[in-house]
C-alpha cells in the first residue's frame, strides 16, 4: 500500500475496483481490523475497526475461505447470528439470499458458487450498517450473480452503507454510486462510475491502419489514449460509439476493426505508468 | 445476544466429524483392550499388587484425555487453513467466548473418553469405590487444564500440515515422560525433568485410581504455572493471528 484517503459516507455504496494486486483486499483486512496500517489509521464509525466489529455493526464477506465444515448451511448461519446483538431472523436471510434449497445441505458438500452464496447469507444475518464484501460474485454462475446483486440493492435501498470490491468494471458501473479505482496500492480515480469509466476508458478499439498517425489517432473524439504497434492500432475510448465514426470518417482505410470491453489491467496500467509508480 | 447457539453448534460439528471422532475415542480404547484384555487375569501386575486392566486403565486415562485436549489443536489448525479464523475475526466474538468454546469442545471430548474407558475398564473386571472415581476424575479434569491451553495455543501456531506430527511428537512425549506408560521412579534427572511436566501430574491423578494420592503444593504449583503461560501465549497467538494461512 502507498498511502489511501478516503472518506465514505452512511448510506453510499462504493465499489473498489481494481485489478489484482491493486491493494484491494489489503484496503479491506485494514478496514476490518485484520491487519494494521503501517502508518495513519483506519477508523470506522468513528472508532478503532476492532472496536466496529465488536458492536457488531459491521457485516463482512472476506474474499478467500470455504465454510466451517460438518454444519448444515442452516445451522452455519444460526451459529453465526447468534454473535450479533441484533441478528436478522436466520429464515427470512436464507430466502433473501435464495439459498433455500441448500439450507439443509452440509457446508463441506457446497459449489464454489453456492459458499459465495452462503457466505453472503452469513454476512448480511448480522444486520449490519455497513456491509464489506471482498469480491463477492467470485465463483458465482452468471444467475447467481444477477440474484445476489438484486439481494444487494434492496439492502443497499434501506440506507445502509456498503463497500465492495470488485475487479469487474461492469459490476462497479451498475451496482455502485462510487467508484474507487485502485491501481499500485494507491488511490488513482474516485468518483462517479461515469466519471471513472471516462477514465479508464471503457470501449477498446482496435484495428489496422497502414501508417498509422498516434497524435491524429489520440485527439480524435471519444478517444482517450492511442498507442501503436507496427500497423495494428489500439485506441482507448471513453466514447467508442463516437469514437469509431470519427476515426473511420478520418482514416476510411483501417479494416479488421474490433470494439472490445476495456482490458482494466491494461488500462490501470496506462493510468499509473505516468506516475512513474511501476 | 444469545451465544447458546454458537456454543451448541461448536459442539455438534466436532462430535459429527465421523473419521476425527472414531479415531479420537477409537484409538485409546483399542489400544487399552489390545493391552489390557490378554492380561485381565493378572491381578498382581509386575509386583504392584495391581490387576492389569486397573493398571493400564489409569495409564490409558491419562493419555486418552490429554490427547482428546490437545486434538483442539488440529481443528483449530484445520479451520485457520479455510480461513475461517478470519472470518471469526470480523465478528463481534469475544476472544474470551472463542476459548471457552474451545476448551469446553475439550473437555466434552475428555469425558467421552473418560466414560469409554471406564466401561471397558469395569467389563474387564475392574472395580473402585465411588469416592475413588470421584476424586480421580475431579483431579484429571483440573490436570487437563494446561493441556486445553497447548492446544490452541499449537493450533495457531502451526499449519494444518505441520500440527499432525507435531501434536503426535508432542503427546508420545508428554506421554513417556509424564510416566503414562511405564512410571518414572527414582531420583535420577529423568525423574526431575519428569516432575516438571504437566502430563507427569496428570498421570499422578490418574493414579488416584490405584492408591495414589494425588498432588501436593509442588504439583499445584506446576500445574498452575503450565495453565497460566499456556493461557497467556495461547491467547497472544490467537490475538496476532488475523493473516491469511
Known amino acids: 500500500m502507498r498511502g489511501i484517503d478516503v472518506a465514505i459516507e452512511t448510506g453510499e455504496t462504493v465499489a473498489l475496483l481494481g485489478p489484482n494486486g491493486a491493494g484491494k483486499s489489503t484496503t479491506i483486512d485494514m478496514l476490518l481490523g485484520l491487519q494494521p496500517p503501517d502508518a495513519g489509521s483506519a477508523t470506522l464509525f468513528g472508532s478503532h475497526p476492532q472496536d466496529a466489529v465488536a458492536s457488531g455493526r459491521i457485516g463482512g464477506m472476506l474474499q478467500t475461505g470455504s465454510l466451517l465444515r460438518d454444519l448444515t448451511v442452516r445451522e452455519l448461519v444460526t451459529m453465526m447470528a447468534s454473535l450479533y446483538p441484533r441478528p436478522l431472523d436466520v429464515d427470512e436471510v436464507i430466502g433473501l439470499t435464495g439459498i433455500g434449497e441448500i439450507a439443509e445441505r452440509m457446508t463441506q458438500r457446497l459449489s464454489g458458487g453456492e459458499t459465495q452464496r452462503a457466505r453472503f447469507a452469513i454476512a448480511l444475518v448480522s444486520n449490519p450498517d455497513l456491509l464489506v464484501l471482498d469480491e463477492p460474485t467470485v465463483a458465482m454462475d452468471v444467475e447467481s450473480r444477477r440474484a445476489f446483486w438484486a439481494t444487494m440493492r434492496e439492502f443497499a435501498a434501506e440506507g445502509r452503507t456498503v463497500l465492495f470490491a470488485t475487479h469487474y468494471l461492469d459490476e462497479a458501473d451498475e451496482f455502485a454510486d462510487r467508484v474507487i479505482l485502485m491501481a499500485h496500492g494507491r488511490v488513482v480515480a474516485d468518483g462517479s462510475p461515469t466519471e471513472v469509466k471516462a477514465m479508464v476508458g471503457a470501449r477498446r478499439v482496435r484495428a489496422t491502419l497502414p501508417e498509422p498517425d498516434l497524435e491524429a489517432l489520440a485527439t480524435l473524439p471519444g478517444v482517450t489514449h492511442a498507442e501503436a504497434r507496427g500497423e495494428s492500432v489500439n485506441l482507448s475510448c471513453s466514447d467508442s460509439d463516437e469514437a469509431i465514426r470519427a476515426f473511420l470518417a478520418r482514416f476510411p482505410e483501417a479494416r479488421d476493426i474490433e470494439i472490445s470491453g476495456a482490458d482494466l489491467e491494461d488500462a490501470f496500467l496506462e493510468l499509473t505508468t505516468g506516475e512513474g509508480s511501476r | ?245
Open chain 2, 1 to 245: 445476544m444469545n451465544v447458546a447457539p454458537y456454543v451448541r453448534y461448536e459442539l455438534l460439528r466436532t462430535f459429527r466429524n465421523r473419521r476425527f471422532v472414531i479415531l479420537a475415542f477409537g484409538f485409546p480404547l483399542v489400544l487399552y483392550v489390545l493391552i489390557a484384555a490378554p492380561n485381565r487375569h493378572r491381578h498382581d501386575l509386575a509386583s504392584s499388587g495391581l490387576s492389569a486392566p486397573l493398571y493400564f486403565m489409569v495409564g490409558m486415562l491419562a493419555f486418552g484425555t490429554m490427547n482428546a485436549m490437545l486434538s483442539a489443536g488440529t481443528r483449530i489448525a484445520a479451520e485457520r487453513s479455510t480461513g475461517w479464523n478470519r472470518q471469526l475475526r470480523i465478528t463481534p466474538l469475544a476472544p474470551r467466548l472463542y476459548f471457552r468454546t474451545k476448551v469446553l469442545t475439550g473437555y466434552a471430548m475428555s469425558a467421552v473418553t473418560i466414560a469409554l474407558l471406564y466401561a471397558a475398564g469395569s467389563v474387564l473386571g475392574v472395580r473402585l469405590s465411588a469416592g475413588n472415581w470421584l476424586h480421580m476424575t475431579l483431579l484429571i479434569l483440573v490436570a487437563l487444564i494446561p493441556f486445553a491451553a497447548l492446544g490452541i495455543l499449537l493450533g495457531h501456531l502451526l499449519s494444518a500440515d505441520s500440527i499432525g506430527p507435531a501434536l503426535g511428537g508432542t503427546t508420545a512425549l508428554f506421554a513417556f515422560l509424564g510416566g503414562a506408560w511405564f512410571p518414572i521412579t527414582g531420583h535420577g534427572f529423568l525423574h526431575a525433568i519428569a516432575q516438571l511436566l504437566p502430563s507427569y501430574w496428570l498421570v499422578q491423578a490418574a493414579h488416584v485410581g490405584v492408591g495414589g494420592s494425588g498432588w501436593g503444593t509442588e504439583g499445584w504449583a506446576i500445574l498452575v504455572a503450565w495453565a497460566a503461560g499456556a493461557t497467556i501465549l495461547a491467547r497472544r497467538a490467537y490475538v496476532r493471528d488475523t493473516k491469511k494461512v
